[in-house]
């Protein structure tokens, strides 16, 4: 049992090595200064959303209140990512310990999951807003939005937590090195000597129940919508709905695309590409500010 215990820990590495972006290493420098302008745009602009929404009474709205979510899981997950990768990028510290990588992991998995969440939520906003514009105010009262947003929170963390036990439990013989510039559940997973089908089995399942329910519901809530905006009698009111939804719907779809193509890739055992990683950097940030232009026509 002793020398088990001792086999273990000597599998277990005290620290990891994100390289950064593979294939462009000599770039790092250049890459981040767009990284490190982005970044400041995204934390000014979702603060001072944040700051508009509490101190404006005319946006005390439920729509508002959503907007103000995803705003923060957004600052969540851009201060997760993107302060290390510049580390890596400027003062080429790499060393992330294992359980720090651990931790970034939680909050990367966690908030995405809530990304999720709180679109479905919207989506749903949208739904009752059109369809039952009469009982909006009475449906979506302030204690439903915050019940929601908790269990959309804890639904991300519940799933998510399992995660770090079964990335302790395996044994690393294959390195430290994760070329990425931050840790996600499979890209550690990987450097593992150890089978790691049950990582890859309870991360599939992960994405279907988060990503798959929210995608359903975003679906059933459009199609509702559309047949009621449909029969609306007023061109000028079905016109102003279709804009609305439309560009609700390209931030949805902007926003899990990349998200799911990477997942699978890795899930899968590919790697993205170089190119498609930034692209992906870049979408993802860009689609917040659409999203936000969305809910505020």
Same mark, same amino acid.
């Given at each position: 049992?002793?020398?088990?215990?001792?086999?273990? %820990?000597?599998? %277990?590495?005290?620290?990891?090595?994100?390289?950064?972006?593979?294939?462009?290493?000599?770039?790092?420098?250049?890459? !981040?200064?767009?990284?490190?302008?982005? &970044?400041?745009?995204?934390?000014?602009?979702?603060?001072?959303? @944040?700051?508009?929404?509490?101190?404006?009474?005319?946006? #005390?709205?439920?729509?508002?209140?959503?907007?103000?979510?995803?705003?923060? %899981?957004?600052?969540?997950?851009?201060?997760?990512?993107?302060? +290390?990768?510049?580390?890596?990028?400027?003062? #080429?510290? +790499?060393?992330?310990?294992?359980?720090?990588?651990?931790?970034?992991?939680?909050?990367?998995?966690?908030?995405?999951?809530?990304?999720?969440?709180?679109?479905?939520?919207?989506?749903?906003?949208?739904?009752?807003?059109?369809?039952?514009?009469?009982? &909006?105010?009475?449906?979506?009262?302030?204690?439903?939005?915050? $019940?929601?947003?908790?269990?959309?929170?804890?639904?991300?963390?519940?799933? *998510?937590?399992?995660?770090?036990?079964?990335?302790?439990?395996?044994?690393?013989?294959?390195?430290?090195?994760?070329?990425?510039?931050?840790?996600?559940?499979?890209?550690?997973?990987?450097?593992?000597?150890?089978?790691? $089908?049950?990582?890859?089995?309870?991360?599939?399942?992960?994405?279907?129940?988060?990503?798959?329910?929210?995608?359903?519901?975003?679906? *059933?809530?459009?199609?509702?919508?559309? =047949?009621?905006? *449909?029969?609306?009698?007023?061109?000028?009111?079905?016109?102003?709905?279709? !804009?609305?939804?439309?560009? #609700?719907?390209?931030?949805? *779809?902007?926003? &899990? !695309?990349?998200?799911?193509?990477?997942?699978?890739?890795?899930? @899968?055992?590919? %790697?993205?590409?170089?190119?498609?990683?930034? =692209?992906?950097?870049?979408?993802?940030?860009?689609? =917040? !500010?659409?999203?936000?232009?969305? #809910?505020?026509?």
């Amino acid at each position: 049992m002793i020398m088990k215990m001792l086999n273990k %820990t000597d599998l %277990t590495p005290a620290s990891f090595l994100l390289t950064g972006i593979p294939g462009l290493e000599d770039l790092h420098l250049w890459i !981040s200064f767009p990284f490190c302008s982005m &970044y400041v745009v995204a934390v000014v602009g979702n603060c001072g959303l @944040l700051y508009l929404i509490c101190c404006e009474d005319s946006l #005390h709205r439920p729509m508002y209140y959503f907007l103000a979510m995803l705003s923060l %899981t957004d600052l969540v997950m851009c201060s997760s990512t993107i302060p +290390k990768a510049l580390c890596i990028f400027w003062f #080429h510290l +790499k060393e992330i310990s294992f359980e720090e990588c651990l931790v970034q992991m939680f909050f990367i998995h966690t908030f995405t999951g809530m990304e999720s969440g709180v679109l479905m939520l919207m989506a749903l906003d949208r739904y009752v807003a059109i369809c039952y514009p009469l009982r &909006y105010a009475t449906i979506l009262t302030n204690p439903v939005i915050a $019940k929601a947003g908790l269990a959309t929170f804890l639904r991300g963390v519940l799933l *998510v937590i399992p995660l770090t036990f079964i990335i302790k439990r395996l044994p690393f013989c294959r390195g430290n090195i994760i070329h990425h510039t931050y840790c996600d559940h499979m890209s550690v997973a990987k450097l593992s000597c150890g089978s790691i $089908k049950v990582n890859v089995i309870y991360g599939l399942m992960v994405a279907l129940l988060i990503g798959g329910f929210d995608i359903l519901c975003i679906t *059933v809530s459009y199609t509702m919508i559309l =047949r009621a905006v *449909v029969s609306l009698s007023s061109a000028e009111a079905r016109q102003k709905a279709f !804009s609305t939804c439309t560009a #609700h719907i390209c931030a949805i *779809v902007f926003s &899990y !695309s990349p998200a799911f193509f990477c997942f699978f890739l890795i899930a @899968l055992g590919a %790697t993205p590409s170089l190119h498609r990683q930034i =692209r992906d950097c870049v979408i993802r940030i860009l689609s =917040r !500010s659409k999203d936000t232009k969305s #809910h505020t026509i």
